[in-house]
């Protein structure tokens, strides 16, 4: 069972990412989803958090109205559309999954992808 996140890079303040992450070994779609950070010295915070049909999000207030979360269950695969990137976004950012959306709130779940690196420059 695996999730495979990609996506990441470098980019300047105000530009735009978008992050993937495909589950394999297992269907994911009766799990909630999300995306949770963690930059250099600081605690894993989480960012998105999505139901498992899609019909209840949750974003960290920093990024709301930038970011938006969205899942296809059909491809096993969840996605994170960053806009207007800031340099305080800079963080691995890491897809997991879980059956309760308040334990991805507080960065805790049972499956975890790898984490992809963005770094958003000045």
């Known amino acids: 069972v695996q999730l495979q996140a990609s996506g990441g890079g470098l980019v300047q303040a105000g530009g735009s990412l978008e992050l993937s992450c495909v589950g394999s070994?297992?269907?994911?779609?009766?799990?909630?989803m999300g995306w949770i950070r963690q930059a250099p010295g600081k605690e894993r915070e989480y960012v998105a958090v999505i139901s498992w049909r899609g019909g209840a999000i949750d974003y960290l207030d920093s990024v709301k109205g930038r970011f938006t979360i969205s899942r296809d269950n059909a491809k096993n695969t969840v996605y994170l559309r960053m806009n207007n990137l800031k340099p305080e976004d800079t963080a691995v950012y890491y897809c997991a999954a879980d059956v309760s959306p308040p334990r991805l709130r507080i960065g805790v779940a049972d499956y975890w992808g790898q984490g992809t690196q963005v770094t958003v420059s000045s």
């Open positions: 070994g297992r269907s994911f779609s009766s799990d909630a």
